[in-house]
Every structure is written in C-alpha cells, then in structure tokens.
C-alpha cells in the first residue's frame, strides 16, 4: 500500500477545521488495479476478432458475424459467475429496430450484452454504467460482408468491459454495477439509445455512465506521434437536458463549467491517476470530439451523468478503414495496431473508478451555500447521502479559472464556514467512507 499524507491544522473562529491534502490508495482497489493483465485483454481481443465482422447487419452463423461475436461476449461473462456467489448475473437485452432507409437497410434483430454486478446492500440503489460497443464497420458503412476486424473501434472498449468482469465479480460493492456491450453504434448509437430509453422508463437510479470507445491505440495517423501517456476524457458542460430552472441557476452561479458530467470527469481524472502510474488523464471541455458522437450521448439526452474516454492520438488509416495496402500504408483496424499496454492502463482507469463510486457513500443531499449576507467568507450547508454511511465530508475548493479542484478541506460536520470568498473560488463537497472512497462532488445551490 502507498499511503501519502500532508496534514495542515488550521484554526479561524469560531470554527475549527482541518484542510487535508491527501494521496491515497485503497490497497484492496490497488489489488484489482493491478490485476488488470495485457494478457487476457490480447487473448479476449483475438477472440473476438475471430468472428470476421461484427458490422450491426451482418449474416449471422456460429463462425461469423455479430451474433457469434455476442454470444462469445456472453460466454466469457458467464464464465466469471461462479466465483460472483450469485451476485453476477448476465445476458442479451435484445430489440428490434425498423429500416430507416440510411444506415439500417432492413428490420434487424439487435443485442446489447449485459453483466449486472448487483450491489450487496438491499437498500441502495445506485447504478453505474460501463460501455463500450461490439459492433464494427469498414469504409462502407452499409458493407456487412467484408471482414471488419474492428480491433480498436471498439474491440478496445469490450474487452476491457471482459477484464473488468473478471476481476471485480470476485469482490462486494454496495451499489449495482452494468458492464455492456451495445450493438448498432456505428449505425446511429442504437443499442446505447435503447439503454438508455429503458433506463428512463424504468426509473433506474443512474448515478453515472462511462463509455469507452478507442482505448487502445496510442499511434496518431499523419504525425506518427506515439504516446501511451495520455487518456481524454470528454464531458459535456451546459447539460443537453436542461430545464429553465437548471438553466437559470447556472447562469446565477456561472456553473457552466460544474456539470454532473464535469463533475464525473473531474473525479475520473483524481481517481485514475491515483492508482495508475504513468498516465495523464486530459479533460476534454465538449461533449465528445468535434461534431461527433458516442455512446454516452444518448444517456446525456435522457438527462443522465454521462461521459466518453477515448485515446489520446487516434489513427484514422485505422478507423473506419477497408483492409488494404495503398503507397505503402497499411489500412484496416487490426489487431496488430494495439498497444496492449496503454489498453491495460486504459481498463484499469476504468476499473478503480468504478470500484471507488460503488464504494463510496451518495453524494450528501441538498448542498447550498449561504447568501443571507455579503461576507468575505463562505459558508455551505448540506445533508447526509442517502445511501452508505458518510464518515466525513470534503469541501472542495478551486479559482474560477482552474480546471481541477485545488483544496480538499475535512470535516465530519453538515455545515462549513471557511475564509474564501464565493466571489473568488468555486466549492462543491463530497461525502466520504471511513475508508476512504469519495463520491462525485456537488455543486452548491444558493440558500438563506
């Protein structure tokens, strides 16, 4: 266990507190960060592979074609549920969807495959989402006969869902965890839309969704730059679902950079270079890159907590890609264009996020900062989270122009007063577990 503190006790009447600034790795989550193997992620991935194409519309048969691809998917899910003690539970949420005379050319049967970790504790019911998509596609978008390995685009993104099923099946986590591989993106983000709408319909309480696509390769087309260094994390900042009250709230409190996405971002970058040496987590201010989508869109249009990791350096001789040799350069996303490493560092950002969320108490309910009066400090107020047991609460602290939290400041009190003006700094505040583990940060409302 590596365990870090800085500990500075400051005293400002009429209230005592302590500002901690602290570096700390859970040594049971450091466990399942380290058993992440570039091994297993290269032995899913050729299996994956095997199956020629997995474009949305392709022929199926017991060799070929998504179906098949599912069906291993589902196997290696299935596989990791008699060590889970009856808590993993997997399956193939299946859907029709119409022609639409664009990119689907005929009604087809779609599948996302689905492991459910269910929480130990009856009583909460927190789910995270992790995805990543099983479909693949050359140049053609409507080519379902061509051999379309789809290595990276996003075999990437559904074994490393497999490697984290593996580890995290074995350990307890109160809240819910759903790890899927949805069909149909490269036709219009399908199978992610359906889970979503069903997530809307069925009241799920979705705390947040991750969505990997392209985790895998670290060689930039044109440039030829190489570098496993660096993972972006896109979030939108004005949410797609705003009411005029959200909308208008923002604008009092010039929140536009204090998104629950944002937020979600923000805890990826702290939590993922907290367990994973070597690695630059990037905050990327859009939704995703430019005038393109992925799967979390569809979760951020049903008003979900929602983001997108993706490598830093994307390779577009790769992308979306016939396999062909053309002046000397090889095109098609094959298995060989894989740095396995950066992939193992990719999945792991993944899993200790996911570990620490789960872990975590609820956010603390109802946070507000006081405007009954004009001072030059602040003070906020909140509730308890509803779910877990809160040990402590950290009040965050950051300029208006820095991107990352700069101030963590502990207390096991539901009231603060600290000497920053709200004029000057922005604050939310999480709970925390005696353990440890932070939930996301909330955003201050104006109260009197």
């Known amino acids: 266990m590596r365990l870090i503190y800085v500990l500075l006790f400051l005293i400002w009447s009429p209230l005592s507190y302590s500002q901690v600034t602290t570096i700390h790795r859970n040594p049971e989550i450091l466990r399942m960060a380290n058993q992440v193997s570039s091994d297993s992620l290269k032995e899913y991935l050729y299996g994956l592979l095997a199956f020629g194409t997995r474009h949305s519309l392709s022929q199926d048969s017991e060799e070929r074609g998504i179906e098949a691809a599912r069906q291993y998917v589902l196997r290696k899910f299935r596989s990791f549920e008699p060590l889970a003690e009856g808590r993993l539970t997997s399956e193939i949420d299946y859907f029709t969807v119409a022609a639409d005379g664009k990119r689907v050319a005929q009604k087809t049967r779609m599948g996302n495959v689905m492991a459910t970790l269910k929480g130990s504790d009856p009583k909460d019911d927190r789910v995270f989402v992790v995805s990543g998509h099983i479909d693949s596609r050359v140049t053609d978008i409507m080519d379902s006969e061509s051999d379309a390995p789809g290595a990276n685009d996003d075999g990437s993104g559904v074994v490393a869902l497999i490697e984290m099923v593996r580890i995290m099946s074995r350990k307890t986590f109160p809240a819910t965890i759903v790890f899927v591989a949805v069909s149909g993106e490269e036709q219009g983000l399908i199978g992610a839309t359906h889970l979503a709408k069903r997530a809307k319909e069925e009241q799920w309480n979705l705390v947040a969704m991750i969505n990997n696509d392209m985790i895998g390769n670290s060689r930039s087309s044109g440039t030829e730059i190489r570098d496993n260094t660096k993972l972006r994390v896109f979030s939108e900042g004005v949410p797609l679902v705003e009411t005029d009250k959200m909308a208008t709230l923002r604008r009092q409190t010039n929140a536009e950079n204090d998104s629950k996405s944002r937020q979600l971002a923000r805890y990826i970058k702290e939590v993922g270079e907290r367990y994973v040496d070597h690695l630059e987590i990037k905050l990327l201010y859009r939704n995703d890159r430019f005038l393109r989508g992925g799967d979390h869109t569809p979760f951020s249009r049903e008003g979900f907590t929602a983001v997108r990791l993706c490598e830093m350096n994307e390779n577009y001789n790769q992308q979306h890609q016939d396999i062909r040799m053309e002046e000397g350069i090889a095109y098609g996303d094959k298995p060989e264009h894989i740095d396995f490493e950066y992939l193992r560092k990719n999945t792991a950002v993944n899993l200790v996020v996911l570990a620490s969320l789960a872990r975590a108490p609820s956010v603390p309910r109802e ?17 308890p989270s509803a779910f877990g047991e809160a040990d402590g609460y950290y ?14 400041i502990y207390t096991r009190d539901r009231s603060i007063e600290i000497p920053y003006s709200k004029d000057n700094y922005f604050f939310a505040v999480q709970a925390v577990s005696k353990e440890g583990e932070e939930s996301l940060g909330v955003f201050p409302a104006p109260i009197r």
């Open 367 to 383: 946070v507000g900062i006081v405007i009954s009066e004009l001072t030059n400090s602040s003070r906020l107020k909140w509730k």
């Open 395 to 408: 009040v965050l602290i950051r300029e208006t122009s820095s991107a990352m939290w700069e101030k963590k």
